[in-house]
């Protein structure tokens, strides 16, 4: 069975630093493309970044260009997001996705949520 | 980048049809396979359509999507409405780096 599950969400101050993590079991992870998707509280789905297989191909949403860094260890079954330079605008419940075929989201973790807030 | 536009909600009553539609900003909507997705209240998304008109194993046949190139929009539809189809919905589909989503309808079964 597929699991995706997400940890490392919680209370943040403005500016600070969170780094989330993907445990993926059930599947050969390093076969599989990855990305992290958002949802603001109440608001719809947006998508945050993406990962190749190999972490050789990366690509982010505009709006974390620069302050978000996407990673993986396939030794570990594992996908990462460094989150830097948090604003409020980025509290949100995070969610890994696995790629299926063709851009599918064929996958979903329970989500994380990460607040922003003094 | 291109957008992917939704109604904000549609509501219907037990046992009838509904559409939801998915209007692409610009590029053709038939250039990249849409997907759509259901989420229900405290769940996260599940796939309802993958590949413009696919169903996963487990989804019913009451659900069906289309891809109409005049109009540069998908379409998803829910023929048989169950109570159980309340729920948001969410077209996405995706350029050469970037994943897009609809803005997210609101199914109401009433």
């Known amino acids: ?20 993590s993907c445990a993926a079991s ?10 992290w998707v958002r ?15 190999s972490g050789s191909t990366i690509y982010y949403a505009d709006s974390v260009k620069g302050r978000f860094t996407i990673s ?47 | ?25 610009s590029g053709s909507i038939a250039s990249n396979y849409v997907q759509w997705y259901q989420q229900r209240p405290g769940s996260s998304p599940t796939t309802v359509i993958y590949e413009d008109n696919q169903r996963p194993s487990g989804v019913p046949d009451r659900f069906s999507g289309s891809i109409d190139s005049s109009s540069n929009s998908a379409s998803l539809t ?9 729920a948001d919905y969410y077209c996405q589909s ?3 780096s ?6 997210g309808t609101k199914l109401t079964v009433l």
């Open chain 1, 1 to 20: 069975e597929v699991q995706l599950v997400e940890s490392g969400g919680g209370l943040v101050q403005p500016g600070g630093s969170l780094r989330l």
């Open chain 1, 26 to 35: 059930g599947f050969t992870f390093s076969s599989y493309e990855m990305n």
């Open chain 1, 39 to 53: 949802q603001a509280p109440g608001k719809g789905l947006e998508w945050v970044s993406y990962i190749s297989s």
């Open chain 1, 72 to 118: 993986r260890d396939n030794a570990k079954n594992s996908l990462y997001l460094q989150m830097n330079s948090l604003r409020a605008e980025d509290t949100a419940v995070y969610y890994c996705a696995r790629e299926g075929s063709l851009h599918h989201f064929d996958y979903w973790g329970q989500g994380t949520l990460v607040t922003v807030s003094s």
């Open chain 2, 1 to 25: 980048n291109f957008m992917l536009t939704q109604p904000h909600s549609v509501s219907e009553s037990p046992g009838k049809t509904v559409t939801i539609s998915c209007t692409r900003s």
């Open chain 2, 78 to 86: 829910i023929s048989g409405l169950k109570t159980e189809d309340e």
């Open chain 2, 94 to 96: 995706y350029d050469s």
């Open chain 2, 98 to 103: 970037n994943q897009v989503f609809g803005g």
